[in-house]
């Protein structure tokens, strides 16, 4: 059986997790916390980095850090995982969905203002795949409004818009370090702050509301019970797993990089011959290998394409059931204009098999089945 996905291990994560209870420190923000951070912030460009304990958490808080207040509204995609819808409607905004452009499937830029109103009070972006928004739109269109900007970069840990890391543009970016990202801490994220501004209050918003940080830098005498917040720092075990793979980086992004690349000339023909569409990477955008789709002509295709790779002992999957179609999307929000590519390019799309260390040999049986099945369709 070829699995759509293996949580990325490179092999000395233990050591490092055995580090952690030798010192005693298996709780959040011990050394390998801070060591992640760090590295973090060095290779973004980050005003701050904090981890989380799921990129789902991280855009909890940065939803929090925007201070909605009921009936604010949040302008989204409709095509992402449920996690960015959820940590708004936990703060109590309402959404606004917008339709995608069916090259990225990321965001319209150019349908986000049309959803602009006088409650708009954040746009959050979603950096699907791994492949940038057209963010210099945005960014304009939020400082014209006033408008806070959220990067949904779950997906886009290492790439970049016009050199600049994802997650970094926007006020707030969120990061996920769940078993299917690049990088993985069993469950996990990371928020990165721009402002210096916010940083105080998001370490008191992930610290049960206390000033727990300050205190432990020697800031404060004292820690004490300051605003609302949460739990959202992870155990230091889970940071030092992580840590482990920092180390290899570059060698676990090469690896994921020629997978991609394999598959994107080896299906080619079947895109230049009109069967298939393959990902598109803007000029100006670096992406990091995070997924490889393909876009079947109509949900018909792809049902039968899924099936054949089943039968093959191929795990091929598709997701996101647009979120406005779903039952939370209608209770908490509404799309804006018209569906023109939200629903046709998600019921084409189909994700292949793309993790750290797919064998070669693995990976050519994808593409011999994936040549077949298209071939003699
Ligand atoms: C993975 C993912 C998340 C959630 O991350 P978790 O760490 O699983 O909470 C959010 N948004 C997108 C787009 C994702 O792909």
Redesign the pocket.
């Known amino acids: 059986m070829i699995h759509f996905n293996v949580p990325p291990f490179y092999g000395d994560e233990f050591e490092y997790m055995r580090k952690a209870v030798d010192a005693h420190k298996i709780c959040g923000d011990g050394a390998f916390t801070k060591k992640c951070n760090e590295y973090l912030e060095d290779h973004t460009g980050a005003g701050r980095v904090l981890l989380t304990t799921?990129?789902?958490s991280a855009?909890e808080m940065s939803a929090l850090l925007c201070s909605l207040t009921p009936g604010d509204e949040v302008i989204l995609p409709s095509y992402?995982?449920s996690?960015?819808a959820n940590a708004f409607v936990l703060a109590g905004a309402r959404l606004v969905f917008v339709d995608i452009r069916p090259d990225t499937m990321n965001i319209d830029e150019n349908k986000i203002e049309d959803a602009i109103t006088d409650r708009t009070k954040v746009i959050c972006v979603?950096h699907y795949a791994g492949v940038s928004c057209e963010m210099d739109v945005v960014m304009d269109i939020a400082k014209r409004h006033g408008l806070f900007v959220v990067e949904?970069a779950?997906?886009g840990v290492m790439s970049t818009y016009k050199g600049k890391s994802l997650g970094t543009i926007g006020d707030f970016g969120c990061f996920?370090?769940?078993e299917?990202?690049n990088f993985s801490m069993g469950?996990?994220?990371a928020i990165l702050i721009r402002e210096q501004r916010d940083v105080e209050r998001a370490e008191i918003l992930r610290e049960k509301g206390t000033n727990r940080s300050q205190f432990f830098r020697g800031q404060v005498a004292k820690y004490n019970w300051i605003d609302y917040g949460s739990s959202y720092l992870p155990s230091d075990l889970n940071a030092a797993y992580l840590w482990a793979q920092f180390q290899h980086a570059d060698e676990m992004q090469s690896d994921r990089m020629a997978s991609w690349n394999r598959y994107h000339e080896a299906l080619k023909p079947l895109e230049d011959k009109g069967i298939i569409s393959l990902p598109v990477i803007p000029q100006h955008c670096e992406h990091n290998a995070h997924m490889f789709y393909i876009k079947c002509r109509d949900l018909k295709v792809r049902t039968s394409f899924i099936g054949y790779m089943r039968e093959n002992d191929i795990l091929a999957v598709f997701h996101y059931v647009p979120l406005h179609s779903a039952p939370a999307g209608q209770k908490f929000g509404r799309f804006c204009g018209t569906d023109e590519y939200t629903t046709k390019e998600s019921d084409r799309l189909v994700r292949l098999p793309l993790y750290y260390r797919l064998s070669e040999q693995d990976q050519e049986k994808v593409i011999d089945r994936t040549l077949h099945f298209f071939n003699t369709l």
């Open positions: 799921s990129g789902s855009l992402t995982f996690s960015t979603v949904d779950a997906q996920s370090f769940h299917t990202k469950e996990g994220g």
